[in-house]
């Protein structure tokens, strides 16, 4: 009694998911614009009280498991990346262009301070922007925190796991350290050349990373079935990818099918006398 009821359960089982993928391919044939499923389904962008982010679109990276909330304005060619979280719920927050946000760092707002951030910042993996302001070419190290009304100027940097507290202002030129932060010492030249360096590579691995993550299973599925027959596939075989020097007009190459043993037996009687002699 239990297979019998097995049975009907795994066939009645099997009938609806034909009857469900029936539905959605007649769902898919008639809608308007066409819909691609993403492999991570999540919400990105959030609006809040009607306001939704800014973002150009095309230009910016914003990575899958990422949250962008509220009222946020995001520059041209900026990115950020997987777990961070810019929350613009009750003010505003402005990031520049070619700024990146890292790996779950945190940037936020109060109810009576805005975040304002420039043009080629990099903020590190983990650090917490809150209720500040930052201006352009700057580099906030992992960990590091800048707190409410604290202020840094172009082209220093803030070293990892430091503490910016409140009100504190930080000039140009300077790297800050510890916890508090203070001045450590001035910038070389060599590191002040690294700041725009360091934006301008987050820049282009947020284009690769973009491009991937804009691929569908499909997209996937293909590139790994290829990835495969290239590892497997041996030299001597025959790449259709390939094209060969001597192919003409996509015919193939002349004569090449006539040197064969099919046509001419004796090449292949040949081929076995010099097998045998081995």
């Known amino acids: 009694m239990a297979s019998v009821t097995t ?28 819909y691609m499923e993403r492999l991570v389904p999540s919400t990105r962008i959030i609006s809040v009280d009607g306001v939704a982010p800014a973002l150009p679109g095309a230009n910016n990276f914003i990575a899958p498991s990422a949250s962008v909330i509220g009222n946020v304005t ?35 707002i109060q109810s009576d301070q805005s975040t304002s951030i420039g043009d080629n910042v990099t903020i590190g993996a983990g650090a917490i922007v809150h209720a500040c302001t930052i201006a352009d070419l700057v580099v906030v190290g992992e960990s590091a925190q800048i707190m409410d009304g604290a202020e840094v100027a172009t082209n220093s940097m ?18 800050w350290a510890g916890a508090p932060a203070k001045k450590l010492r001035s910038l070389s030249a060599d590191e002040l050349a690294s700041i ?3 934006a301008h590579d987050t ?15 499909k997209q996937l599925i293909a590139e790994e079935e290829d990835r495969l027959d290239r590892k497997l ?21 002349p004569g090449r099918i006539f040197n064969s043993t099919l046509t001419n037996p004796e090449e292949g009687l040949k081929m076995r006398a010099e097998r045998e002699k081995a």
């Open 7 to 34: 049975r009907i359960a795994v066939a009645a089982s099997g009938a609806a998911r034909k009857f469900g993928a029936a539905l959605d391919n007649m769902g898919a044939s008639i809608e308007v614009a066409k």
């Open 74 to 108: 995001i520059g041209e060619h900026s990115s950020v990346w997987y777990g961070a979280t810019i929350r613009g719920d009750v003010n505003t927050i402005k990031i520049g262009a070619k700024s990146s946000v890292g790996d779950r760092a945190v940037v936020q």
């Open 158 to 175: 803030i070293a990892p796991a430091s503490i910016v507290v409140s009100g504190t202002k930080v000039p140009s030129g300077e790297l």
């Open 196 to 198: 725009s360096e360091s």
């Open 203 to 217: 820049l282009e691995l947020a284009y690769l990373h973009s491009v991937e993550n804009s691929k569908d299973y």
């Open 233 to 253: 596939r041996k030299k001597a075989w025959f790449d259709p990818n390939i094209p060969d020097p001597d192919d003409v007009l996509g015919q193939g190459v």
